[in-house]
């Protein structure tokens, strides 16, 4: 029957805190009531020890909650479970791949919380296939979906994604739950993003930081000691980058390398990580012919150092500092940050959130910028490096390009001191 929408009730329940500060950011507040949130990751990358401090969390409050482990036995999680912290009682554990056992553990325990580790390792016994087939996930999924509207309750579930983010379960599963989570990092840093991919109670974009230490996943605060701390002056080859992830703004470094020489006959070589390779690409392609530097023909790597991946198109006018360098051998010097979007004509575009973005470099300690013309002024104490299109990039770097070239020809240009690039000393 058709109802009017202002008669139906709202549902009473809005977020509820889940205990750990970083994932409420992420979800606007905390778990809704009777949702279903999917949180995604490869392998190894920290979704079952997040997943066990948000129940423990829970717990430690005295309300109960059941997790279901279909992966690794009870005592296995219960030795993962302590390296987090002594164990609360209303921690409950179900042992089983057979999901609609869930039913009865749920009004044996009368948990508050459900996470199930993971979808892909949990089968509906009326539905044939294999766990983990599209068929199981499917069903797997509408069972926790009802099971979560009927009592009431949050239900996380995991789910793995391979590095092409190819598995068919995630992909399908997505459309099934309100609220799809990303946990994403290097395994070789210690830095562990989670961002809501898809949330249909609050708006995406915001990014939740934490690092994997002998204890599991804590929050970070000055995430800059993780992303810069390395970084080393006058190295050729790398910018800082002021990168908006929702309301927070990063600074990360920018590395790129370009090879010296002419590639083989099999084409250059691209090799991105962090950034968003097809945008990679469109910035080679259009840096090329403004900067008068070889890049066509050269194999070109790119990167975001310390585990972050950062997609957002005003992450190119770094990119192209860190290219230009490289193939200058020249460093960019340390106090200077960029942000701004390159479009195919190689002109400089607006970036969203420009003022927020300088204001956290300058508090930083950073003092030069280069931004895009149209920028908003800055804050005291940074000066702004206007530019509108990437040719007057190269000639504020000094186009030492041309000299070079004009040199070779016998114009008698002489090449410049060694040192950073062109009219940064004169700063
Ligand atoms: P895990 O949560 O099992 O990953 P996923 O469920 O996504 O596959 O995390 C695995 C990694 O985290 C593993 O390499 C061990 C490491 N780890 C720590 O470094 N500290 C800890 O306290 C815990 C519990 C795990
Ligand atoms: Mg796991």
């Known amino acids: ?19 750990l500060a970083e994932l409420d950011r992420v979800l606007g507040g905390g778990l809704v009531p009777g949702s279903v949130t ?33 992966e690794e036995s009870a005592r296995q999680v219960r030795l993962r479970a302590e ?39 949990v089968r509906d016994p009326a539905t044939t296939g294999a766990a983990g087939s599209p068929a199981q996930v499917r069903a797997c999924a509408e069972l926790m979906v009802s099971l979560a509207k009927g009592a009431g309750v949050p239900v996380v579930l995991v789910g793995h994604v391979t590095k092409e983010g190819a598995l068919a379960g995630p992909r399908l599963l997505e459309h099934a739950v309100d609220t799809v989570l990303s946990v994403e990092g290097d395994r070789h840093h210690t830095l562990r993003t989670v961002r809501a991919v898809k949330h249909r109670f609050g708006p995406t974009g915001e990014l939740g930081l934490f690092e994997m230490g002998e204890s599991g996943l804590e929050a970070v ?46 084409g250059p070589r691209r090799q991105v990580q962090g950034l968003d390779s097809g945008r990679v690409a469109l910035v080679l392609a259009a840096a090329e012919h403004p900067l008068t530097v070889a890049l066509s023909d050269r194999d070109v790597f790119a990167s975001v150092v310390g585990g972050v991946r950062v997609v957002e198109p005003a992450a190119d006018l770094a990119l192209v500092l860190a290219l230009l360098s490289a193939s200058r051998q020249r460093p ?54 206007r530019v509108g299109a990437l040719d007057e990039l190269a000639r504020l770097l000094g186009d030492e390009g041309m000299a070079r070239r004009a040199g070779a020809a016998g114009a008698g240009a002489r ?13």
């Not at 009017?4 to 329940?13: G, I, K, N, S």
């Not at 973005?357 to 950073?366: C, I, K, M, T």
């Open 221 to 266: 605060f000055d995430p800059h000691r993780l992303l810069l701390g390395d970084r080393r002056p006058n190295q050729p080859g790398s910018s800082v980058l002021a990168a908006l992830e929702g309301r927070r703004v990063l600074l990360v470094e920018v590395q790129a390398l370009v090879a010296g020489r002419p590639c083989g006959a099999n």
């Open 1 to 19: 029957m058709a109802v009017r929408l202002a008669e139906v009730d709202p549902l009473d329940a809005g977020p509820r805190p889940t205990g």
């Open 332 to 385: 960019v010097p340390s106090d200077v940050i960029a942000f701004g979007e390159v479009g195919l004509g190689g002109e400089v575009r607006q970036a969203t959130g420009a003022r927020r973005r300088l204001e956290e470099a300058a508090r930083l300690g950073f003092r030069r910028a280069v931004v895009p013309s149209g920028c908003c002024p800055g804050p005291a104490g940074m000066r702004l490096i």
């Open 415 to 427: 090449p410049k001191p060694a040192g950073t690039i062109g009219p940064w000393r004169s700063a």
């Open 38 to 70: 999917l949180l995604g990751g490869e392998p190894g990358v920290g979704k079952s020890t997040l997943l066990l401090q948000l129940l423990r969390a829970r717990a430690l409050s005295g309300e109960p909650v059941l997790l279901v482990c279909a």
């Open 83 to 121: 390296r987090l912290g002594p164990l609360p009682p209303a921690l409950h554990v179900l042992a089983d791949t057979d999901l609609t056992s869930v039913f009865g553990a749920l009004s044996d325990t009368g948990a508050r919380l459900v996470v199930v580790d993971s979808v892909q390792a």
